[in-house]
T-cell receptor
Framework: NAGVTQTPKFRVLKTGQSMTLLCAQD?????MYWYRQDPGMGLRLIHY???????AKGEVPDGYNVSRLKKQNFLLGLESAAPSQTSVYFC??????????FGPGTRLLVL | DQQVKQNSPSLSVQEGRISILNCDYT??????FLWYKKYPAEGPTFLIS?????DKNEDGRFTVFLNKSAKHLSLHIVPSQPGDSAVYFC????????????FGTGTRLKVLA
């Protein structure tokens, strides 16, 4: 099993550009999450999903959209990137509400 | 409003000794607490958890203690090993009402050989 994978690993964007981060899990987990990690801030929940076709806002959802069309995939979109979205993005999945399994992260730089 | 706090950004411990990492929270609605470990350039990995109805959970060298009245939890690692050197995050989960999964800011543990 690959566990949780994230694509791409690193990306540089210009302000105003759009992009989609892909998260895939092969553990048949119901729950999936997107976090961002910034220095001194820990991990902050952006959006999450409790099952295929469902999404919900987390702690810092502004500027991001998500979709969960297939159970194994959770996409995070940035419609118009801003420098404040420079961060490391982590995806996670979980079979129930508690323990989460994280991907390796995507490093995003917005110039 | 930081609902989960790790007030020590870093901690150094001699190999073989005990490491104690602390975490405080403010929200009494949290019903589950977890510790994650993170190495550089990797995602966090789950370490140990505790339900709010318990005060202690042990798994090998790792023990988590929960003091609900003080809204405080701690992770004890005994004995500490150089491979334990990593950043440790505590996290708190609220499942009733508004769903919340809040991480602390992390403590960097360095175990000296």
């Amino acid at each position: 099993n690959a566990g949780v994978t994230q694509t791409p690993k690193f990306r540089v964007l210009k302000t105003g550009q759009s992009m989609t981060l892909l998260c895939a899990q092969d553990m048949n987990h119901e729950y999936m999450y997107w976090y961002r990690q910034d220095p001194g801030m820990g991990l902050r929940l952006i959006h999450y999903s409790v099952g295929e076709g469902t999404t919900a806002k987390g702690e810092v959802p502004d500027g991001y959209n998500v979709s969960r069309l297939k159970k194994q995939n959770f996409l995070l979109g940035l419609e118009s990137a801003a420098p404040s979205q420079t961060s490391v993005y982590f995806c996670a999945s979980s079979p129930q509400k508690e323990t989460q399994y994280f991907g390796p992260g995507t490093r995003l730089l917005v110039l | 409003d930081q609902q989960v706090k790790q007030n020590s950004p870093s901690l150094s411990v001699q190999e073989g000794r005990i490491s104690i990492l602390n975490c405080d929270y403010t929200n009494s609605m949290f019903d589950y607490f977890l510790w994650y470990k993170k190495y550089p350039a990797e995602g966090p990995t789950f370490l140990i958890s505790i339900s709010s109805i318990k005060d202690k959970n042990e798994d090998g060298r790792f023990t988590v203690f929960l003091n609900k009245s003080a809204k405080h939890l701690s992770l004890h690692i005994v004995p500490s090993q150089p491979g334990d050197s990593a950043v440790y995050f505590c996290a708190a989960l609220q499942t009733s009402g508004t769903y919340k999964y809040i991480f602390g800011t992390g403590t960097r543990l360095k175990v000296l050989a």
